[in-house]
């Protein structure tokens, strides 16, 4: 790993070490995944606690509230949940099972919302946290829906088994997304957690881009995905109705 120069991109290092299953790191496991030496990570973790980024825990650092500040200070990621939280609080009551709002991350799909409650299937998904595009329903709509330079990039980074059903080949990547291209959802069977199976419909601009998605995650016994599938189209149908409206008024800039 090349290591950069100046202090800034090294303390953005220490904080992007933390992956979504991580609630702390150690010092050790922090100089180790950015390749800083221990003196010149301590040196830098403790700007970054002073400033309010990180937290010091008995045994090591977890990301700070300052960091979940400023994300809510980002407009277009703020408007886009606002607009879509009453269609994912009206699918959590509908199912009682994981709500996500999802948006395209580079080769993952970042999630933006999630809700969920006490008959919810426990899983691995929380605000703010990343799971592979291939491997996830809303992720494999941005793969089918977006440019080809995205479907290019997840390849050339690995497809890694997550699961014993983990789509692991290219051939079978690009067949299961020509049939989500085909039905107009995302179907993920147990790819990214076992026992756990999801159903995603996609979100437009308005120019007809597909911005985010919409999914309904469970258990795999209790969740008939084809059943749902209309009911999640039709949550995220209701949310691009409302981004193109609040585009239109000037509530809202989307990308041109």
Request: with cysteine; aromatic share 6%.
């Amino acid at each position: 790993m090349s290591v950069p120069r100046s202090v800034l991109a090294r303390g953005l290092m220490l904080l992007d070490a933390f992956t979504p299953a991580d609630v702390e790191l150690s010092l050790s496991e922090l100089a180790t995944r950015t390749g800083l030496p221990k003196t010149t990570a301590y040196r830098l973790l403790g700007e970054l606690v002073t400033w309010g980024a990180l937290e010091r825990t008995p045994s090591g650092y977890r990301l700070g509230m300052r960091l979940f500040m400023l994300g809510q200070r980002v407009s277009r990621s703020r408007g886009l949940r606002e607009a879509a939280l009453p269609y994912l609080e009206d699918l959590y009551e509908a199912t009682h099972e994981n709500i996500h709002l999802c948006v395209p991350d580079g080769v993952h799909t970042l999630f933006l919302e999630k809700v969920s409650g006490r008959r919810s299937t426990p899983i691995i998904s929380r605000v703010g946290g990343r799971l592979p595009a291939y491997c996830t329903a809303t992720g494999k709509l941005f793969l089918a829906f977006g440019p080809p330079d995205g479907l290019r990039s997840v390849l050339a980074a690995g497809l890694t088994r997550h699961t014993s059903h983990t789509i692991a080949m290219p051939g079978l990547l690009r067949q299961e997304l020509e049939r989500t291209l085909e039905r107009g959802y995302g179907i993920n069977r147990e790819e990214s957690e076992a026992g756990v199976s999801a159903v995603a419909a996609p979100v437009y601009d308005h120019r007809r881009r597909v911005i985010a998605a919409v999914s309904i995650t469970g258990q795999s016994a209790r969740l008939d995905l084809p059943r749902l599938a209309p009911a999640v189209r039709t949550a995220a149908l209701g949310v691009s109705r409302e981004l193109v409206h609040a585009a239109a008024v000037g509530t809202l800039v989307l990308p041109n």
